[in-house]
């Protein structure tokens, strides 16, 4: 799928990939969601389909924080407050920790609701708001949002292929 450039691209590229993303993830019984058996996020290391859930939850939820913060003149935190960009594999084992608690079923409705939230922030802003100025550094709104989104979702999506066909659920 091409790079988003306008808000009616993100919003396809965001609901194509959490589609595809859902319907691999639909087909994972409850009680695999605890295995540690994918790949982790840091290097070495070793995460459940949990894990995978709240990183991508960890990560919508944290784009919403930079975008709430925006709105209200507050400084963000980039990636977020306590962690550097050279961090994300601790930041990584942070969203699995903090998200650990929840039910297979509370892991996947909070990642649809950091999902639908991220579609109402985008609705709510036009192709100059989203593209038409830098953000982040040299990163617009829009490209910041497609990393933390359907970026990952495709990539999440693939490695839950990848783990089922190893697996023999495919």
Do not use: C
């Not at 960890?58 to 709430?68: A, P």
């Amino acid at each position: 799928m091409p790079v988003p450039q306008t808000n009616a691209e993100l919003l396809d590229a965001i609901e194509t990939e959490f589609a595809k993303l859902r319907r691999e993830l639909d087909g994972i019984p409850p009680e695999r969601f605890a295995e540690p058996s994918l790949e982790g996020h840091a290097k070495g290391t070793m995460m459940s389909v949990g894990d995978l859930v709240a990183y991508l939850t960890g990560w919508g939820e944290l784009v919403i924080k930079w975008i709430e913060r925006g709105e209200q003149g507050l400084p963000i935190d980039f990636p977020e407050t306590g962690y550097k960009w050279n961090e994300l594999g601790r930041l990584a084992q942070k969203f699995y920790n903090d998200y650990r608690a929840l039910s297979p079923a509370e892991r996947l409705s909070r990642l649809t609701a950091s999902k639908d939230r991220l579609v109402a922030l985008i609705e709510a802003r036009d192709d100059q708001a989203l593209y038409g100025q830098a953000w982040y550094g040299k990163w617009p709104l829009g490209r910041m949002i497609q990393f933390n989104t359907s970026s990952p979702y495709a990539n999440a999506r693939g490695r839950l292929r990848a783990w089922k066909k190893a697996k023999g659920a495919a």
